[in-house]
């Protein structure tokens, strides 16, 4: 029951995002409706949010912490020079932009733990909402070039419903694309000297990026955080590992192998 009552909290404001961004859609003059100008400003601090969290990169807990109070100075900073005005859209946005400081304070605390093993954990949220907010963006374009009344209003009705969809009823089907986005790049970037430099690493389930790089320390295991006896930084390259295991195939259950000792 609790963990219901986290997921309801946790997508609330989205949902009444979604449902006021509809209303500013389909009945604009209805009292307490978004203007256009407001659908622009919260969709363009959304991305700046979303952005920022992203160029923070190794840091992010601190960026979930600090740009919700950004943005919320910017939100008040509109309000004040009457750039914006009351709305259901600016309310639920201010209620958004709080439970994201509240969600990286917890997540900076590790209420949420490891994000490998987490997916309600803010970092692996903040992914799929770049992929979200990317991918709806070409509605928003396409939605311009026909000139739409209100393409700000349905891009936000769309982009903040299935944000709340993809952290519940979509987020396994969702998760399978950054998943899959990670496998190619892995494969674009492996040359023979990263093999030389890493090892078995690289075809391991538990491989993570060490932030920041250097050499001898090239990755993170992420089996550390479950199993003490793992360093979170080994030493590269590693040759045999007793906590190796194959990442899992598309549609398949993981595949689990003991390394074998190369030389």
Request: glycine share 8%.
């Amino acid at each position: 029951m609790s963990s219901l009552r986290h997921l309801a909290m946790g997508t609330a404001p989205e949902v009444a995002l979604a449902l006021s961004f509809l209303l500013a859609w389909w009945a604009p003059d209805v009292v307490g409706a978004a203007t256009p100008e407001d659908c622009r400003s919260i969709m363009m601090l959304q991305g700046l949010l979303i952005l920022a969290a992203v160029l923070v990169g190794g840091y992010r807990e601190t960026s979930l912490a600090l740009f919700p109070l950004v943005v919320g100075g910017c939100v008040l900073w509109l309000l004040a020079m009457g750039k914006a005005g009351f709305s259901w859209a600016w309310v639920s946005f201010v209620w958004f932009v709080v439970q994201a400081f509240v969600d990286g304070l917890r997540a900076h605390r590790g209420y949420f733990g490891s994000a490998r093993e987490n997916p309600d954990h803010p970092h692996r949220r903040y992914d799929r909402l770049v992929l979200l907010y990317l991918g709806t963006a070409v509605l928003f374009a396409v939605l311009w070039l026909l000139g739409s009344r209100n393409p700000w209003a349905i891009w936000g009705t769309f982009y903040f419903a299935l944000s709340a969809a993809v952290d519940t009823v979509l987020r396994d089907r969702f998760e399978r694309i950054p998943r899959g986005l990670l496998r190619w790049m892995q494969r674009r970037v492996r040359t023979p000297e990263s093999d030389a430099q890493i090892g078995i690493c690289l075809d391991c389930a538990h491989l993570q990026p060490a932030i920041p790089s250097r050499p001898g320390r090239m990755i993170r295991c992420g089996l550390s955080t479950t199993d003490p006896t793992f360093p979170e930084y080994p030493t590269t390259p590693i040759l045999t590992c007793d906590g190796f295991r194959r990442p899992a195939v598309d549609g398949g259950l993981a595949q689990d192998a003991a390394s074998e000792p190369t030389t």
